[in-house]
């Protein structure tokens, strides 16, 4: 099975501060996502990336980046976090050619 | 552009009972069509899916059929059970495209 991790759980950030999202998949998926869910509001894409070092504005980029540096990792970054960014974070990937996507388990991010 | 309404929860039913919840979409041409499911403190899962008009996706006894008629793919199951308590997300995605667009959500409570 198709596995994408979120390195983490749950974390607690100040407004401010340089937050990472990590995430990473183990099938050589080329298409890689970033979106946050709030009650709703469901799921609304930030960002996404179709290659190593290519990535696409989804619906709601503002205040957030992504690199891809390696095919298997997609990093979601806001640079300066502030509370309103205080949300779940689901990173999925996606094969080519393939209709299912395969989501990580979520990062809750607090911005206190 | 594409959109997804589903109808707004929470739902709440006793086990055993029928459940139906509501999707309706737009889009331009023939998108491809999903449910997802959200158990507590996971990702999303892909429950089901139907990529033409008329098709019937089914898993774990839900089913949803592709109404090009009506624009929707309404979730049904004949029997709940308490471990089908979720939050269930329809999506679309243009086969043309790469994203997923995301239903707001739909809280699902069964109760014993």
């Known amino acids: 099975d198709v596995k994408v991790t979120q390195s983490s759980r749950y974390l607690v950030k100040r407004t401010g501060e340089k937050v990472f999202l990590e995430c990473v998949q183990d099938?050589?998926?080329?298409?890689m996502f970033w979106y946050r869910q709030d009650p709703g509001l469901g799921l609304r894409l930030i960002y996404f990336s179709y290659d190593v070092k290519m990535k696409e504005k989804g619906d709601i980029p503002e205040g957030y980046s992504v690199s891809r540096e390696k095919k298997e990792r997609f990093s979601l970054i806001l640079e300066s976090a502030s509370t309103n960014q205080t949300s779940m974070y689901l990173c999925?990937?996606?094969?080519?050619?393939?209709?299912?996507?395969?989501f990580g388990s979520g990062t809750r991010l607090t911005v206190v | 552009g594409n959109s997804v309404t589903q109808m707004e929860g929470p739902v709440t039913l006793s086990e055993e009972a029928f459940l139906t919840i509501n999707c309706t979409y737009t889009?331009?041409?023939?998108?491809?069509l999903f449910w997802y499911v959200q158990y507590p403190g996971e990702g999303l899962q892909l429950l089901l899916k139907?990529?033409?008009?008329?098709d019937k996706g089914s898993n774990k006894g839900f089913e949803a059929t592709y109404r090009k008629e009506t624009t929707s793919f309404h979730l049904e199951k004949g029997s709940v059970q308490v471990s089908d308590s979720a939050v269930y997300f329809c999506a679309l995605r243009h086969n043309a495209g790469n994203m997923l667009t995301f239903g707001g959500g739909t809280r699902l409570m069964v109760k014993p």
């Open positions: 099938m050589d998926h080329e298409n």
């Open positions: 999925a990937s996606r094969s080519t050619g393939m209709r299912g996507y395969t």
């Open positions: 889009a331009t041409g023939y998108p491809s």
């Open positions: 139907a990529t033409k008009a008329d």
